[in-house]
């Protein structure tokens, strides 16, 4: 096992997954999407006209761009005039046709959905709130969607997020690091406390130390995420105060090892102690966010990272970006482990002198 | 220290060619309503951080040869 830490062949492996997931993480393109519309409602029968603005497209004036509003699963209105104004407006207009909204309703907005050949499809939900009577009882319109199945190496769009989708591989995947770094500091305190070795604590310690350095990058790259998206640097989020908390707790550790000289009560306090953080900090992260509604995907009862929170492209970098931080955490954590040998080494050279004098 | 910084000029001019470079490039990619600075802050971030540990264990270490001196 400790000889794991003097090879090389997996500080090499986190230099190419790193440089995979930065560089990857910020040259993949996103998909292009739709940021807004100049029209906010749309009126049954009657007829409209507005400019759509996109994202991260190049119309040019001969596209073939398909614009659909889509009132349910079966019902899609194709807009008849789709005339392109640059590389990212599209003017938009037609007769919307009319239909009798019945008591039983529950759609009462549009979702305008763009397609192309090249791009695919572009779609912003809820994009026009319906209103207006008369006309047919159901809506009279049927469209089928083209077929478009092709795998791209794209990150999605989603509005609000837009580039900083990314930060998937600069934020989350450093929190997942950090918790297989104190997952591995728990069991070497763990081992500590069975057989009372100092090197045991030298490796929980180490671990548990670069753990939070990986935990202080989470909570900044979080804030600046927040700023960017929720805009706010922090707010009462559920799931932001008990990792605060949790971050705390460790904080408490180091000072804890800080504040005791005698090297054997500072391994068995310390031990003692991070086995407790590891346990509360359970439910602070794990448990009590998803109890209460979090603006974090994935709490208020469903977990995070399954079915369609993430999008396939996303996990082809996520994933190698949980490993490089992991494995550079376990490099950084394998250097105080280093140094922290010579440091014990050192100074129960001392003791053995002094009881010699 | 005036000296490295002329050593290094070359350096910096392609630096700030690169970054000019790539932004112009991108053209309608990098625009204020993606949102990529807060990506880049984050990245930064995570640099600081990395090197914030590196002063830390050279603290270390430099206590470690001071005494490793006074033994010997």
Request: some cysteine.
């Amino acid at each position: 096992m400790y000889r794991f830490i003097y090879q090389r062949w997996w500080k090499v492996l986190t230099l190419g997954l790193l440089l995979y997931v930065f560089i990857a993480g910020f040259l993949v393109p996103l998909r292009p999407g739709i940021v807004d519309l100049t029209a906010s409602k749309i009126q049954r029968g009657l007829p409209f006209e507005f400019v759509a603005s996109t994202y991260n497209t190049s119309w040019q004036s001969g596209d073939q761009v398909l614009a659909y509003l889509k009132y349910d699963s079966t019902h899609v209105w194709r807009i008849p005039d789709v005339e392109v104004l640059d590389r990212r407006h599209l003017s938009l207009s037609g007769v919307l046709p009319s239909w009798q909204s019945s008591a039983e309703e529950h759609v009462s907005d549009l979702t305008l959905i763009l397609y192309h050949d090249r791009d695919g499809y572009l779609i912003l939900p809820s994009a026009l709130a319906l209103y207006g009577d008369g006309g047919a009882d159901r809506p009279v319109f049927e469209s089928v969607l083209p077929q478009y199945q092709e795998w791209q190496w794209r990150f999605p769009f989603r509005a609000i997020l837009y580039e900083t989708i990314r930060n998937t591989f600069f934020h989350v995947a450093i929190w997942m690091a950090m918790f297989v770094l104190l997952v591995v500091s728990l069991i070497y305190s763990i081992k500590y406390l069975m057989r009372r070795d100092a090197v045991y604590d030298a490796v929980a310690s180490s671990f548990a130390h670069v753990a939070v350095v990986w935990g202080a990058m989470g909570m900044l790259t979080g804030s600046i995420w927040a700023r960017a998206t929720w805009g706010t640097y922090w707010t009462n989020d559920p799931k932001l105060n008990m990792s605060a908390i949790a971050m705390m707790i460790y904080l408490a550790y180091s000072i804890l090892r800080a504040s005791i000289n005698d090297e054997d009560r500072r391994a068995q306090l310390s031990g003692a102690y991070n086995v407790f953080a590891f346990i509360a900090m359970i439910p602070l992260i794990f448990i009590i966010p998803r109890l209460t509604s979090s603006l974090h995907p994935g709490n208020g009862g469903n977990p995070a990272l399954g079915g369609e929170d993430l999008d396939h492209t996303l996990r082809l970098i996520f994933y190698p970006a949980i490993v490089a931080y992991t494995l550079l955490g376990v490099w950084m954590s394998s250097l105080l482990f280093r140094l922290r040998m010579v440091e014990i080494k050192h100074i129960y050279a001392q003791l053995r002198s002094k009881k010699s004098k | 220290m005036k000296n490295l910084i002329a050593k290094k000029e070359p350096l910096l001019v392609f630096g700030l060619w690169a970054i000019s470079y790539s932004a112009s490039a991108q053209g309608d990619h990098i625009d204020s309503s993606g949102k990529l600075y807060a990506v880049v802050a984050c990245v930064a971030i995570i640099i600081v951080g990395i090197v914030l540990f590196l002063f830390y264990l050279e603290r270390r270490i430099t206590r470690v040869e001071s005494q490793n001196q006074l033994d010997k």
